[in-house]
C-alpha cells in the first residue's frame, strides 16, 4: 500500500509540474522539433525542384533533337508544364521559408504551413492521376498524325507487326493502360507519403500538443 501511495503521490507530482507549465514554455520546447519538420519540407521540395529542373532539361534536349514532329510537340508541352510545376515549387519553397521565420505565434504559423502542403499534396495526387488518360490519348493523337502525314515511327511499326490485327492491339494498350494507371496510382501515393505525407503527420501532431 504504502508503493502505491508513492505511486499516487508522485503522479500528482508530474501532473502538477505539467500543468504549471505556460503556453509559452510549451512552445519553446516544441520549436526545435518543428524547425526540424520545417527543414524536413524544404529539403523534399529542394529534391523536387533538382528533379523538375533535370526533366526540363531532358525533356527540352528531346523536343529539339527529335527527328519526329509528335515527338517534339510530346516534350515541348511537358517541358513547359515541368516549368509550370517548378515555379509551384518554388513558391512553395519560399512560402514555407516566409512562415517558418515568421514573428507570428509558433502555431499559427505550423497551421499556415500544413494546410499549404496539405492543399499542395491533395493536387498534387489529381493533377498526376489526370495526366495518365490525358498522356495516351494524346500521345497516341501524335502518333496517328506522324502516321497519317507519312511521318511513321519506326518503333511503332515494329510494335505493331506485332500483333496480327487491329482487335488485339486494343486489348494490348487496354490492358497496358490499367496496369500502367494502377502502377503510378500507387507509386504516387508511396511518393508522395514519402516526401510529405509523414511530415504533414508530424506537424500535425506539434499543432495538437499546442492546442493541449
Not at 64 to 91: G, Q
Not at 112 to 134: C, E, G, N
Given at each position: 500500500m504504502e508503493?502505491?501511495?508513492?505511486?499516487?503521490?508522485?503522479?500528482?507530482?508530474i501532473?502538477?509540474a505539467?500543468?504549471?507549465?505556460?503556453?509559452?514554455d510549451i512552445?519553446?520546447?516544441?520549436?526545435?522539433?518543428?524547425?526540424s519538420v520545417?527543414?524536413?519540407?524544404?529539403?523534399?521540395?529542394?529534391?523536387?525542384?533538382i528533379?523538375?529542373i533535370?526533366?526540363?532539361?531532358?525533356?527540352?534536349?528531346?523536343?529539339?533533337?527529335?527527328?519526329?514532329?509528335?515527338?517534339?510537340i510530346?516534350?515541348?508541352i511537358?517541358?513547359?508544364f515541368s516549368?509550370?510545376f517548378?515555379?509551384?515549387?518554388t513558391?512553395?519553397?519560399?512560402?514555407?521559408?516566409?512562415?517558418?521565420?515568421?514573428?507570428?505565434?509558433?502555431k499559427q504559423?505550423l497551421?499556415a504551413i500544413h494546410?499549404?502542403i496539405?492543399d499542395?499534396?491533395?493536387?498534387?495526387?489529381q493533377?498526376t492521376?489526370?495526366?495518365?488518360?490525358?498522356c495516351?490519348?494524346?500521345?497516341?493523337?501524335l502518333?496517328?498524325?506522324?502516321?497519317t502525314?507519312?511521318?511513321?515511327?519506326?518503333?511503332?511499326?515494329?510494335?505493331?507487326?506485332?500483333?496480327?490485327?487491329?482487335?488485339?492491339?486494343?486489348?494490348f494498350?487496354?490492358?497496358y493502360?490499367?496496369?500502367l494507371?494502377?502502377?503510378i496510382y500507387y507509386?504516387t501515393?508511396?511518393?508522395?507519403?514519402?516526401?510529405?505525407?509523414k511530415?504533414?503527420?508530424?506537424?500535425?501532431?506539434c499543432?495538437?500538443?499546442?492546442?493541449?
Amino acid at each position: 500500500m504504502e508503493l502505491d501511495a508513492f505511486k499516487t503521490h508522485l503522479k500528482l507530482k508530474i501532473d502538477e509540474a505539467r500543468g504549471q507549465k505556460s503556453a509559452s514554455d510549451i512552445a519553446t520546447l516544441l520549436t526545435k522539433k518543428t524547425q526540424s519538420v520545417i527543414h524536413k519540407l524544404k529539403k523534399s521540395l529542394w529534391l523536387e525542384i533538382i528533379c523538375c529542373i533535370v526533366f526540363i532539361l531532358l525533356f527540352s534536349y528531346v523536343a529539339i533533337v527529335s527527328k519526329y514532329p509528335s515527338l517534339r510537340i510530346y516534350f515541348s508541352i511537358f517541358a513547359v508544364f515541368s516549368v509550370f510545376f517548378l515555379l509551384v515549387l518554388t513558391y512553395l519553397l519560399k512560402r514555407i521559408h516566409q512562415l517558418g521565420n515568421a514573428s507570428m505565434p509558433i502555431k499559427q504559423n505550423l497551421i499556415a504551413i500544413h494546410t499549404i502542403i496539405k492543399d499542395f499534396v491533395k493536387r498534387y495526387f489529381q493533377f498526376t492521376m489526370s495526366l495518365i488518360p490525358i498522356c495516351f490519348i494524346f500521345s497516341g493523337y501524335l502518333g496517328y498524325q506522324d502516321a497519317t502525314n507519312g511521318n511513321d515511327i519506326e518503333e511503332l511499326d515494329k510494335f505493331n507487326s506485332l500483333f496480327k490485327n487491329n482487335t488485339r492491339v486494343i486489348i494490348f494498350l487496354s490492358v497496358y493502360m490499367v496496369l500502367l494507371t494502377v502502377g503510378i496510382y500507387y507509386f504516387t501515393k508511396w511518393y508522395i507519403k514519402k516526401l510529405y505525407g509523414k511530415y504533414l503527420e508530424q506537424l500535425q501532431t506539434c499543432i495538437d500538443e499546442l492546442e493541449q
